[in-house]
């Protein structure tokens, strides 16, 4: 009968459909570490009005668990519309954290150049927002709560694309050495790794290794999801071995910007027991993003244009079944 209704779950996800009507706000916090700002995206069942909240949840949603969602370099929470109202639309409260420095949902004046070369800040940022989110719930002196019903944030799924990716995988367990990325980078390896030119030009000293070396593993997380995730050469291969929560790897095999092999391939491989589900046709790399229009591009690489014959949203589709089994059975 588990089985059955596991089955029904995942056609029905399929689909996308919603049992209610599904909401999307943003809700801003100051980060207590840094003192900048946090600005949360939200996706929810919406239930009737009502005056004890700010979000009125339905009753069909999950309290028992939530999703956390992060995005990749120098983007923001909304390229994730598409998983964010698949997951709300089957209950699950899904928080998207756009990180300060990289996301353009903050102005243009607050992009940072080099703040997405510090990867390992935007683990310790989920951290903050999961913190603030308890914070506010269980403070019973705060003008209004954001939900008007507690959720158990002790069990996340974080769900991550490239650098948010590799995020997820941080918060599992998994640990940087910004040198073994500068040796990879240097090597015959690396050739048609785009991602090496984040690291190009650096300032000197712009990397703290004590601050990136540090364990990032937040216990609340207690499954990833990682899409095309990032950082690959400069993740430990003793902190992935050591993972020992559920993982499952999504990756495009003929990748256009993170050579397959040296990222997803070598995370699928490394940590013990990963899932890894692998795109075997043209997808390119941000196929693994909201279907766009725009004509702005990352290291010249379009984010919206997929190569001839690729369809993003039949990619979508496809990936719902696989998403939802992961998340409902860690499988």
């Excluded at 902190?239 to 999504?250: C, W």
């Excluded at 795109?279 to 725009?294: R, W």
Aim: with cysteine; glycine share 8%; net charge negative.
């Amino acid at each position: 009968m588990k089985n059955i209704i596991l089955l029904f779950s995942m056609l029905f996800a399929t689909s996308a459909l919603a049992n209610d009507k599904v909401a999307y706000s943003e809700i801003d916090f100051i980060n207590p570490q840094t003192q900048q700002p946090l600005k949360l995206s939200i996706w929810y069942p919406e239930g009737k009005s009502c005056d004890d909240a700010k979000l009125c949840l339905s009753e069909s949603t999950r309290l028992d668990q939530a999703i956390l969602l992060s995005h990749g370099a120098m983007g923001s929470s909304r390229e994730l519309n598409w998983i964010g109202y698949a997951t709300a639309s089957q209950g699950f409260i899904t928080v998207g954290v756009n990180h300060f420095g990289e996301s353009w949902v903050y102005g243009k004046k607050s992009i940072q150049p080099y703040v997405g070369t510090k990867i390992w800040l935007r683990a310790s940022e989920l951290s903050a927002a999961i913190d603030l989110l308890q914070l506010n719930q269980s403070n019973t002196q705060a003008p209004l709560p954001i939900f008007n019903h507690s959720v158990n944030w002790q069990q996340l799924t974080a769900i991550g694309f490239s650098s948010g990716g590799s995020t997820a995988i941080t918060l599992g367990g998994g640990k940087y050495e910004p040198e073994l990325a500068i040796q990879y980078c240097a090597s015959e390896s690396s050739k048609g790794d785009l991602g090496c030119r984040y690291s190009e030009n650096l300032p000197e000293h712009i990397i703290s290794i004590e601050e990136a070396t540090q364990d990032y593993r937040d216990e609340r997380i207690i499954k990833v999801i990682a899409l095309d995730p990032a950082a690959g050469p400069m993740t430990t291969t003793k902190s992935l071995s050591n993972i020992n929560i559920p993982v499952l790897i999504v990756g495009a095999k003929q990748n256009d910007f993170l050579p397959f092999d040296n990222h997803a391939g070598y995370y699928a491989s490394t940590i013990p027991n990963a899932s890894l589900y692998s795109l075997e046709d043209k997808a390119g790399h941000f196929v693994f993003i909201d279907s766009c229009q725009h004509e702005h591009k990352a290291m010249g690489i379009s984010l919206c244009e997929d190569k001839e014959g690729v369809d993003r949203d039949n990619i979508h589709q496809q990936l719902y079944p696989k998403l939802f089994q992961f998340i409902y059975s860690g499988t």
